[in-house]
């Protein structure tokens, strides 16, 4: 704090806390001193709390000592600006070093000027840094000479640029952006402006020349003065213009001659302008404006500088405008020699000599020296349809028939090709009798007028007959005044009869008033075109849908209207709707519209409290139809199916077709009780299921069709739309597996059904990476007994479940794919068993068989993939047999028997495995490549009690004995069935009662008989 001596109310001391500076001992008159300095002194402590201060020092902040001394500085100035500027370095001086920066100088706790703050460790005895001396040193008006100087040497550089700018550009466009842009990048200047007034008159709009720096777009955007020195006003511009003089205003925003400028100023800070005339031919051309956020930028300096920069672009503007008046002169005189656009050419008749301009020859592609000063060289050039015309018509103006000559022709180019020119001339000398002695005329080409013409006639004569209804009528009485042939042939109306009608009497949808408001924004210029969708009546009183284009259009102008009839389109959109929404086949709705559809019913069963249902349906046996009696067929049953269904639902209920054979039956509005809602749903589904069983009759022959049926309920807890579909398709196949021809309903339990068959299948995936598959060996021998080989059974040695047989995994790994790298592992197995058995007399004779999935066998790369393993382990192809089922040959037959064909012929042999259980034909018999049937064992475990069994099973024999084919029974159990397929001709035999299936690669029965 500073407090006055007892000698003077000027003499002011330091006094603290602690070991005051008083007690070092300094004179007194550095204390004087230091208290009556202008610079700013402040004492602090280690804890930056202020100890002592000079008066200057409370001055600049507006305060009193008792405000200040004990206090922090933090507590004193602004949070921000101590943390981000004070802080970090009174804690660098703490720490024993001087620190000098330039800040901004508070001044009653305003910010102005400049100042240079020295903050100088204070130390004990022991050096120790105790305190902090600050210094603050007013540095304004050395910044302000400064920047004065930068700012005149950017004024001279500026200078220096405008004026090699003129040297460079051509005309004002390209020089008054580089002086604006100059005056702001380098002048120190805030914003820069050229403007004149616009071409109109009274409040006419300023016209920016240009412009640079912030806000000057939109303070000319703002901007309206007249500008005119037939109507000065007190704004600069109109003065500076109407006087020839400059304006300058240290005091911008509170100058009443800148009125117009306040709002601007103020938001972009202008704090001083100035505008200067810069003239053209002793006349104001435009006025530079310049504005600055500081008013000393305006100077006497500056503006001697922007008075010379404004002389030297009205000298620029000089420059330019008497090159422009130079090529202006240059101009019309090039025009009056050349005729405009056309050839000059003088005709000397007593001589023959004729002068043709330079243009005249550039028209027909010729060089100054390509043609001779004579007549014949024109007419040399004309078209021979065109001489004889064009010498009448000259000869008809030289006898004084015609006043002037006039003549359309044709004339050579220099490439060969004519092109149509209009001759003008006339004769300019007579002699005494009236002789003819000088002509002059200009040859134009009109080639693309000609053009246009035929191209206009051209167009006319497509509009008439053009198949869109064209009609043009008046604007004022809307009366036709021409309609075209297609018009006239939809409509059914002559032309004598539509030039007394108006739209009006075509457009039954619309009266005066309406139509009248329709072509207001096209008489206002607001639009250029009006589309409507309306009908149009013909003659006979029938309509058609119309599409109307309305324009106006023309120098007198007329109303044209473009009609298409959309008859045809409004159906194709339909069709094109249909196809997106519907079954093509059935025409019920497709997957698509029954979403949509079933999105809707979930949520208004949520608000109604009401319960619905889904009926997934999938026909049963479907692909078999298919194949076996093509796709025609199955067609037409499905179209059978869809009607049957139909007849058997409510309105209000949806039935779809997904594609293939599923169909879904979506109920609505069922009861509010879920047990009623699923006794309704399954009334339905039963009667579906019914309807569906009864015969269909395809080209005389019966089909009995049926279908499985999962149902899935929905009410105000219905989940998404493919949860609900989910839970339907996984009732369905429920119904499935319970035997078809049945329906079944979702329930929680299936949900864990599904995802315990998720988790096997991954386990599936598992197990086949991490080695838990094996192969069982069960033999099969001969009437004697006798091994002859084994087949290979597939186990699964689950971690948790134990061994597995195939019935429990087989069908998932099919439908997952994981067949097929699961049967390249069991075809590797049996080949390296085959070359272990090899190895050993006893069993090198023995065949091994394995089953072959339908998937894995029309894999495209079964055949190399057998072969491969076959050659990669060295086993004896002959010994290798696969075995397949009947299913496998309904797909293309063909290429299952080249496969076979291709693997026979290395030796391996096939098996039809489970003959008689499905569909085969004695055709397939006698065309497959086949080696043995086996005897299902379904039709070998009741023999005895059993006569369609047991018919089946000789029939199976017989037709072996009759195809050369060898033929096994398996599931023998017993010596009694054992005995009977051998008393009917069996001779091989494989079953529980020579082995069970087992790890051994030995096969279990007799080896030596």
């Known amino acids: 704090m500073i407090r006055p001596g007892a000698g003077s109310s000027s003499e002011c001391v330091f006094e ?22 202008a610079d700013r002194f402040a004492y602090l402590d280690r804890d930056l709390r202020y100890r002592a201060v000079n ?12 405000q200040v001394i004990g206090r922090r500085v933090e507590e004193i100035m602004d949070g921000d600006l101590y943390a981000r500027e004070v802080a970090p370095r009174l804690e660098a001086c703490l720490a024993g070093e001087t620190i000098v920066y330039e800040a901004p100088l508070p001044r009653q706790g305003v910010r102005t000027g400049w100042g240079e703050v020295s903050y100088i460790p204070w130390r004990d005895e022991a050096g120790s840094v105790e305190g902090v001396v600050v210094c603050v040193h007013d540095i304004t008006a050395r910044k302000k000479s400064l920047a ?14 405008c004026n090699q ?9 390209t020089l008054l952006p580089i002086v604006c842009r100059e005056l702001v990048m380098q002048g120190g200047l805030d914003m820069a402006w050229i403007g004149r007034p616009g071409a109109g008159a009274g409040e006419a709009r300023i016209e920016c020349l240009a412009v640079e720096g912030e806000g000057g777009a939109e303070l ?12 000065p006003s007190d704004e600069p511009l109109a003065r500076v213009m109407a006087g020839a003089e400059g304006y300058w205003s240290l005091d911008l925003q509170a100058d009443p001659v800148t009125r117009p400028w306040h709002a601007s100023a103020r938001r972009f800070g202008w704090q001083a302008s100035a505008s200067l005339p810069l003239t053209m031919r002793g006349r104001v051309f435009a006025v530079l404006s310049v504005y600055a956020c500081e008013r000393d930028v305006l100077d006497d300096d500056a503006r001697d500088l922007l008075a010379e920069l404004a002389r030297d672009i009205s000298y620029a503007l000089d420059h330019y405008a008497a090159i422009a008046e130079l090529a202006d002169a240059e101009e019309r005189w090039k025009f009056a020699l050349e005729g405009s656009d056309a050839g000059v050419w003088d005709w000397d008749l007593r001589t023959g000599k004729v002068f043709y301009s330079t243009r005249w020859k550039s028209i027909l592609g010729l060089g100054e020296e390509d043609i001779c000063e004579r007549l014949d060289a024109w007419k040399e050039r004309l078209h021979p349809e065109d001489v004889q015309a064009l010498t009448d018509a000259i000869d008809h103006h030289l006898c004084g028939r015609a006043a002037a000559f006039h003549h359309e022709h044709r004339l050579r180019r220099r490439d060969g090709l004519y092109l149509w020119t209009l001759g003008r001339g006339k004769v300019v000398e007579r002699a005494a009798d009236g002789t003819p002695l000088r002509m002059i005329g200009t040859t134009t080409d009109i080639s693309a007028r000609r053009a246009a013409s035929d191209s206009l006639s051209r167009l006319g004569e497509i509009v008439e007959k053009a198949q869109t209804e064209v009609y043009v009528f008046d604007p004022e009485r809307l009366c036709f005044e021409q309609v075209n042939q297609g018009a006239r042939a939809n409509l059914g109306y002559g032309m004598d009869e539509l030039l007394r009608m108006t739209p009006l009497d075509l457009m039954p949808d619309y009266d005066q008033p309406t139509f009248s408001r329709l072509l207001d924004p096209l008489r206002a210029g607001s639009k250029s075109q009006v589309v409507l969708e309306t009908r149009h009546r013909r003659k006979n009183g029938s309509c058609y849908p119309a599409e109307i284009r309305l324009q106006l259009l023309g120098v007198e102008p007329r109303f044209v209207a473009l009609v298409t009839d959309t008859t045809e389109r409004l159906r194709a959109e339909e069709a094109i709707k249909h196809l997106a929404f519907f079954d093509p086949l059935t025409g019920l709705p497709n997957r698509r519209l029954l979403m949509d559809r079933l999105e809707r019913a979930i949520a208004a069963s949520r608000r109604n409290h009401r ?4 009926i997934f349906i999938d026909l049963d046996d479907f692909k078999t139809l298919n194949d076996t009696q093509g796709h025609d067929q199955g067609d037409r049953l499905l179209r059978q199916v869809a009607k049957r269904l139909a007849s058997c639902i409510r309105e209000s209920d949806t039935l779809a077709r997904l594609g293939g054979d599923e169909f879904v039956v979506m109920l609505e509005r069922l009861s509010a009780r879920t047990h009623e809602a699923a006794s309704q749903a399954e009334v339905l589904a039963k009667k579906l299921l019914a309807a569906l069983r009864a015969p269909c009759e395809f080209e005389h022959r019966e089909y009995r069709c049926s279908a499985s049926m999962g149902v899935a309920l929905f009410g105000r807890h219905a989940k998404s739309v493919e949860e609900l579909m989910k839970q339907a398709d996984m009732a369905m196949y429920r119904a499935k597996a319970a035997g078809r021809d049945t329906l079944r309903f979702f329930d929680p339990q299936m949900q864990v059904e599904v995802s315990a068959r998720a988790a096997l299948a991954t386990s599936l995936r598992h197990g086949l990476e991490h080695g838990e598959f094996l192969l069982h060996y069960q033999s099969q021998v001969d009437v004697a007994g006798l091994v002859t080989g084994a087949e290979g059974f597939l186990r699964w040695q689950h971690p948790q479940r134990g061994l597995l047989e195939p019935a429990d995994f087989i069908r998932l790994a099919e439908e997952t794919a994981t067949i097929l790298p699961l049967g390249r592992w069991v075809l590797e197995m049996a080949c390296v068993q ?12 023995l065949t091994l068989a394995i089953n072959i999935s339908a998937l894995q066998f029309h894999h495209p790369d079964f055949v190399e993939q057998v072969l491969a393993a076959v050659d990669r382990h060295g086993c004896n192809p002959n010994r290798l047999k696969l075995e397949i089922t009947e299913n496998l040959l309904l797909d293309d037959r063909d290429a299952t028997i080249a496969k076979m064909s291709l693997l026979g012929a290395r030796g391996i042999s096939f098996a039809l495995d489970d003959f008689g259980t499905g569909y085969s034909s004695l055709n397939d018999l006698g065309q497959l490549p086949l080696k043995e049937l086996k005897i299902d064992l379904s039709f070998v475990r009741d023999l005895g009690t059993n006569a369609n069994d047991a018919a089946i099973a000789r029939t199976i024999i017989a037709l072996g004995e009759t195809f050369a084919l060898d033929v096994i029974a398996e599931g023998v159990e017993t010596e009694a069935q054992r005995d009977w397929l051998a008393g009917h001709g069996c001779r091989a035999f494989q079953g529980y009662l020579f082995g069970r299936p087992g790890p051994s690669a030995m096969p279990a029965a007799r080896l030596d008989g």
């Open 611 to 614: 319960t619905g249902a889904l």
């Open 16 to 37: 603290g806390c602690g070991r005051p500076p008083e007690d070092t001992g300094e004179p007194a008159f550095f204390r004087r001193m230091i208290a009556a300095s």
């Open 220 to 231: 000319v955007a703002g901007l309206s003065s007249p500008m005119g020195p037939d109507d």
């Open 55 to 66: 008066a200057s020092y409370l001055s600049s902040w507006g305060l009193t000592s008792e």
């Open 165 to 173: 700018a003129i040297i460079h550009s051509e005309d004002p466009s």
């Open 148 to 161: 004065m100087i930068e700012r005149l040497t950017r004024l001279y550089r500026i200078l220096t640029e």
């Open 834 to 845: 085959l070359a272990a058995w090899s190895e050993r007399p006893e069993t090198a004779g």
